[in-house]
Structure formats: C-alpha cells, structure tokens
C-alpha cells in the first residue's frame, strides 16, 4: 500500500550549507520576488497537479494553496476548522454521517460557481480513478456514498464508524475540483490546476511553478503577499545552497541536513548574510521495527534489553546536531494523547543493568548476535551513522554483537516483505494530525511495518473504539493503553521526532505560521519587505 511519502528520508533531506558558505556558482534563474513576491526554493519533487493523483509532500504542498477543501487546519492547530464549508458535523451520536454546509458565493478561480456537486464530484472522481499514486483508497475509503439534497448542503454516509474522516478531508485529499474542468474517469494530464483556494496555478513546469492571487477567493487565509513562485532543485544540493546565496530564492524549504542548520544557526555566517533558520514544529517520526517472527528479536527479552540501552539523546545530538528530539512513544509530542511509555518503562538513559537482568531472566546467556538494517536511498546517509550509534550503545554493555547493514530501496523493502530482516528502520510523515495516523497503520490489520505484530486488544478493541469516537479527547484514555502495549511488547522501538526547517532572508516573515504539526505550508503566510 503506498502511502503518501510515509517513510522519513532523515529529519533533514538533501545539503545546503556548504554550498551557501563556500560561494559554489549558481543555477540559472531570476532574482528574488520583487513587488511582495515571495521565490521559494524546494528539493522535494511535485509529483501530481491533479489531487486524485498526488499523495506526495510536494504534491500537497501544491494542493493546499490552489484548492479548497470543507475543511483546514488553522496554524498551529491539530483540529479541523471550517474553510470552503461553513459548518460540518457529525449527526448526534454517531459518526457515520457527516454533514457540511457550504460558504456562500464560493467560486473557482476561473469565475465558475462552486456548489455541493463539485464537492461530491470531486470525491467521487477520486474514488473512481483510484489512482495507485493518489490518495482515494487511504484516506477516503470509508466513504460509502454522498448525497447533495441541494447546493449549499453535502451528506457523507461512510461504511464504518470514522472519527477522523474530518482531519482527513482537511488534507490534500479532500481537495475540490471544478467538475467542468476534470474528467470523471482519468486524471488531467496537462500541467494545469483550477480550484478554489488563495492561489491559482498559473504555470508549472520542470524547473519551477508560479503561482497568483486567486481574487475569486473566500474562506479562512488572508494573503500577505502578491503571489509565490516555486524552484524545484530535484535533489541538487548545491544549486538550491547557490540560489539562497545569490537570492534567486528568498527561502529554502525542505532540503536541508543537519550538520547545515547548526552551521548556520551557531556561526556568523547566515547573519553576516542576512539569512535566518526558522525552526518549526514537525510530528514526522523514525522507529526502529523488529520482526516478531525473527529467531532473534522475535523473543521479547532481547527487544526489552535493547530498549533499555538505547541512548536517544545521544543519537539527535551527536548524529542529527538536535535537529530533532528524543521519542519515547509511538504517538509524537504536539498530538493529542502522546505520552511518554517508553521513558516510563525503561528509562531515558542507558541502563546495561536491567538489560542484562531482563536477558538472563530469559535463559539468554552469552552475546545476542543482531544485524541492524539501513537503507540511506530512502532515509539518506546520515541512517547508517545512526544505526551505526546504536550498535556501539548495544555493544557497549557487552551483552549483544551488533552489526549494521543497508540496501537500496527496492531490495530492502523487498526483504523486510520476504521476512529477511529481524531489526530495520521505518519513518513516517503523518497524513493528517490526529493519533489515529500512528497507530492504526502501524498496529492495525494489515500494518504497513510488514513486522507480524498483532494484537487483537489493539485490532479487535481500541481501534475500532478510537475510530468511533467523534469527540477526540475522549479517545485519549484508549490511545494511552494502546501506547503502554507497545512499550510493553516492543514491536518497535520509537527512537525521535524531527523537527521542520526553513532557511530563509530577514525580509521574509510568516514562516513560523507555516511549520506545525498539520504539515500545511501556508503560502498565505508568508509575506516579504
């Protein structure tokens, strides 16, 4: 199942600052936005213009400035708010049907009129193409059939009880298309957007994308500049760090590494410049994934003594620079019912003492032999150093012989499938900011880890319960016993929880507002001079 960028390429992807500081030459392009333009500067591809296609970050990066959905997320916040909708909710008691009324006087950015048929439309042209690179069997499949009684009101009858289907039309995938401009059964293939949202789309292309103010909109954003345009660097580190240099971009989003933002925050070099690092919220996670079938780690004592001799402070300092924190559960920090299970169960620092008790308490005499398995074409070099750590922490309180292997990506998710792999990595960027998306794709039917893990108190129980559950907080009670499991079983190991970067000049403002745990990259934001 392919899900929308889900495994983490390292907290940060792709360099920066060697370029920026030494002065490399640059790629050919025009200066910074000028007249209140903003020029953004990305290493992440956009794989789709079409949301029946995109399920990628730059893809829904797109998608979340041109299009509207009924509902978004407001800076900084984890809970969906009404945007192209003036109000939507479940009906009372139950969460099966979810009812939204429209906006008045809502149009597309081409002057056509948006009503409920467009809404219903879209979603159903979705769940017709089911495209194997978009989003419609994820995150819509519980959508059972759609009613439009008439053109401001939208019914929802899903199949299954699902709390979360607002945060999950609040994303990408609920964007709204005009039914005049997209075919029903195939996707758009013609580079070209026209939705509902603050911008409109008004050219996209390999090198770069520009975008406008869409003046026929009306929801929530309030526009702090005249229109954004995008440079797309394709995995070029140097040129994107020579265009920040030379300001052929005003900010670099989304490809920077570790060792670039301590450069740059704990030297003179960006002042001097005027360039600032942004810092932001981010709910992307990293674990370490054992395979409850394996002859090794398929026994519970050798995953406990692991847990409690890993050094996670260790790994975000001397490997990530603290480019992200430690993580101690399986739900992050900034989202509802995160707790701290690991730290409860086994400390927050190396204990070879209680490792070694859990061991022999097991029968488990003599070294634990383990291979730790890495792949850096999906979760870049700087995984390898991190397992490469880990396995010293293992080693280093003379109870395992660790070693650490990787693979290229189609080889190493061809194994952890075929079972080959006892101890890999997986990493995770949330679809939407609800707990539901670190837990149910994790320890669900079917999980995505391809670990063997089940439990059906987790499958049978809390899932189906939490999913229920249309007033979130009430849920929290549930997803603390699902936490305390897995701390208790370790199929995973959670190991940290990265944080969100942009680097950009000191004329620029608003980029705070677009770095939360939502993962939304609010254009609207962002305002220059």
């Given at each position: ?154 019914v929802f009858h899903l199949k299954v009880p699902d709390a979360t289907f607002p945060s999950k039309i609040a994303s990408g995938a609920g964007s709204i298309v005009d039914h005049r401009e997209y075919a029903f059964d195939q996707l758009r293939t013609d580079d070209q957007a026209v939705g509902s949202g603050p911008y409109k789309l008004d050219s996209f292309g390999e090198a770069r994308a520009d975008f406008s103010v869409n003046e026929n909109y009306k929801g929530t ?80 004592a050798v995953r406990k003594a692991m847990a409690f001799l890993i050094d996670r402070d260790a790994l975000v300092r001397d490997v990530y620079k603290s480019t992200a924190t430690p993580l101690y559960s399986i739900i992050p920090s900034g989202i509802d019912a995160h707790n701290t299970a690991f730290f409860d169960a086994y400390g927050g620092s190396p204990q070879p003492a209680k490792a070694e008790r859990v061991l022999r308490g097991a029968g488990i005499n003599g ?163």
């Amino acid at each position: 199942m392919k899900r929308r960028n889900q495994w983490l390429t390292a907290p940060l992807a792709a360099g920066l600052a060697a370029g920026l500081l030494s002065g490399c030459g640059t790629e050919e392009g025009g200066p910074g936005g000028t007249d209140g333009g903003v020029v953004i500067g990305m290493s992440d591809e956009v794989l789709a213009t079409d949301p029946a296609s995109g399920y990628d970050p730059g893809s829904w990066l797109l998608f979340n400035n041109v299009f509207q959905s009924l509902l978004s997320f407001p800076k900084g916040s984890t809970s969906p708010q009404p945007e192209a909708a003036e109000t939507c909710d479940f009906d009372k008691g139950g969460s099966t049907v979810f009812r939204c009324t429209l906006r008045d006087g809502l149009k597309f950015s081409n002057g056509n009129e948006l009503t409920s048929k467009d809404v219903k439309y879209s979603f159903e042209r979705s769940l017709k193409i089911n495209d194997k690179a978009g989003p419609a069997g994820v995150m819509l499949g519980s959508i059972g059939r759609i009613e439009t009684p008439d053109e401001k009101n939208v019914v929802f009858h899903l199949k299954v009880p699902d709390a979360t289907f607002p945060s999950k039309i609040a994303s990408g995938a609920g964007s709204i298309v005009d039914h005049r401009e997209y075919a029903f059964d195939q996707l758009r293939t013609d580079d070209q957007a026209v939705g509902s949202g603050p911008y409109k789309l008004d050219s996209f292309g390999e090198a770069r994308a520009d975008f406008s103010v869409n003046e026929n909109y009306k929801g929530t954003a309030e526009t702090k500049n005249s229109g954004v345009t995008m440079k797309f660097f394709h995995g070029d580190q140097k040129a994107l760090a020579a265009s920040l240099k030379q300001r052929d971009v005003d900010v670099a989003y989304r490809g920077l590494t570790a060792d670039d933002i301590a450069e740059l925050e704990n030297s003179s070099a960006g002042d001097d410049q005027g360039i600032e690092v942004v810092e932001g919220s981010s709910a992307e996670v990293q674990h370490l994934v054992f395979n409850m079938k394996d002859p090794v780690v398929g026994k519970p004592a050798v995953r406990k003594a692991m847990a409690f001799l890993i050094d996670r402070d260790a790994l975000v300092r001397d490997v990530y620079k603290s480019t992200a924190t430690p993580l101690y559960s399986i739900i992050p920090s900034g989202i509802d019912a995160h707790n701290t299970a690991f730290f409860d169960a086994y400390g927050g620092s190396p204990q070879p003492a209680k490792a070694e008790r859990v061991l022999r308490g097991a029968g488990i005499n003599g070294k634990v032999k383990v291979t730790l398995w890495a792949t850096p074409s999906r979760y870049g070099p700087a995984t390898v150093h991190e397992f490469e750590t880990i396995a010293k922490q293992l080693n280093k309180s003379g109870l395992f012989d660790a070693t650490v292997k990787s693979a290229e990506i189609n080889e190493y998710e061809k194994n952890i499938a075929a079972g080959k792999y006892g101890v890999y990595v997986k990493g995770w960027v949330p679809d939407y900011p609800d707990p539901d998306n670190f837990t149910l794709p994790f320890f669900g039917k079917d999980n995505v880890l391809a670990n063997n893990y089940e439990n059906r108190r987790i499958t049978d129980g809390i899932i189906p319960d939490t999913a229920a559950a249309t007033e979130r907080p009430t849920a929290e009670e549930d997803f603390g016993k699902l936490q305390d499991i897995v701390a208790d079983e370790v199929p995973i190991i959670p190991l940290w929880q990265g944080k969100q970067y942009a680097v950009a000049y000191d004329d620029i403002s608003g980029l705070e507002w677009t770095l939360d745990a939502s993962t939304v990259f609010r254009f609207w934001e962002i305002s220059k001079g």
